[in-house]
C-alpha cells in the first residue's frame, strides 16, 4: 500500500508514499504541488529563525499525556503517532506525536481525566492520522468514549480517505459507529485530491451516517491562489463536503517552505470569497495556545523593514467570553518576514 524511507537530511521525519496517491502526484508533472507536500527539499527545511518549536501552543496544555485541551467543552487525542502520508508542512514534526502513540495504560489515564470532567462533550482523535490504527481499536476507543455519559460526540481528523481512499471500508464505518455519534474531517488541499477515488470514500462514510467535512491549510506554491482554492471548495462542495477550516501555515521547524504572510494569505482568501460568492472561514491557531481564531481579526500593531523586507506584529485581544483555557487576555507576536512591493517609502 505504502512506499516509506527516512528523510536523509533530517533523518527525523520520515518519508512514505501511498501509490495510489504517488501515482497521482507524478501524473501533474514537474512543478507537482502533491509532490511538493509529500518529498522532503533540504534547501528548505533546514533551521528557520522565524520557525515556533510548539506553534500551536499544544505542550503546556496537556492535562495528561496525549490529551490537548484549548477549550472547556472539547478535548484533542493524540490517538496514533504514524501517517499514511507524512506531510512536509505538518505542524507537529518532529514533535512526541510522531514518536509514539497511546498505548492501554495512557487510555487508562485519558478516560479517567474524561469521567472527572463532566464539561466536556466532544473528543477529537488527532495524531498522527487516527486511520493508521486498525478497525478493532478504533472501534474499542468509541465504546469506551460512549461508556462516557457526558461525550456526546466523537471526531476523527484524518489524511486517510485523501491519500488511501481505499482504506474506507465497511470495518472502518462498523468502528465508528461502535461509540457516540462520529463525524469525519478529512484534509484536502488542492483540486487534484478531489477526485473519483475520494469522492468513493466520502460516499461510503456519508451512506454509513457518517458526516464528513474538509479543513485545509493555505500554503505557498500549493494552494495561495484564489481560483486553485475556489475550484478545491467547489470540487469537494460537489462531493457533499463543506470546508469548516481554512488555517493559515503554522511555523513549525522545516516547513518555511510552505509559509505566507497574514496579510498575503488574507489578500488571497477575500480574492477566493470573490470568486465563490460566499465567506471563507480563514483562521489561524494562535502560538499561545488560545486556539483558532479569525485572521481577519487581528490587529496590525507595529512593522519593521530590512532592505526590500517587511514584517508586520500582530495583536489579538481576548474577546469577552472567549472559551479558551490558556492563560492571557492578549498575544502578541511577529509574523513571517515578505518581500516589500515597490511604492512610495
Known sequence: MCQSRKEPELNTFPVRWPREYRRLAEALGRGSPLLAMGEPDPAGEGPDPDALADPTGEQGLMPVPFLVRKHPDRVVVLAASRCFLYCRFCFRRG??????????????????WLERHPEVGEVILSGGDPLTLPDRVLAGIGRRLG??????????????????????????????????????????????????????????????????????VL????????????????????????LRYLHHPDRAPGTGRFWVSLREGLGTVRRAEALLGRSIRYVV????????????????????????????????????????????RTAEWWDVWEPRKPGPS
Open 95 to 112: 514533535g512526541e506525536a510522531h514518536r509514539s502513540g497511546p498505548g492501554p495504560e495512557a487510555w487508562n489515564r485519558i478516560c479517567a
Open 285 to 328: 491557531d494562535l502560538p499561545t495556545g488560545h486556539g483558532k481564531v479569525p485572521v481577519s481579526g487581528l490587529a496590525p500593531v507595529a512593522e519593521e523593514r530590512r532592505g526590500r523586507r517587511r514584517r508586520v506584529r500582530y495583536r489579538w485581544a481576548r474577546p469577552a467570553g472567549w472559551p479558551g483555557v490558556a492563560p492571557g
Open 219 to 242: 500554503l505557498r506554491g500549493i494552494n495561495d491562489s484564489a481560483p486553485v482554492l475556489a475550484d478545491l471548495v467547489r470540487r469537494l462542495e460537489g462531493m457533499g463536503v463543506g
Open 147 to 216: 461508556r462516557i455519559s457526558h461525550v456526546r460526540q466523537w471526531r476523527v481528523h484524518t489524511r486517510a480517505p485523501v491519500v488511501v481512499p481505499r482504506r474506507v471500508g465497511a470495518g472502518l464505518a462498523e468502528a465508528l459507529a461502535s461509540g457516540p455519534p462520529c463525524r469525519v474531517v478529512i484534509h484536502a488541499n488542492h483540486p487534484a485530491e478531489a477526485r473519483p477515488a475520494l469522492e468513493g470514500a466520502v460516499e461510503r462514510l456519508r451512506t454509513a451516517g457518517v458526516p464528513v467535512e474538509n479543513q485545509a
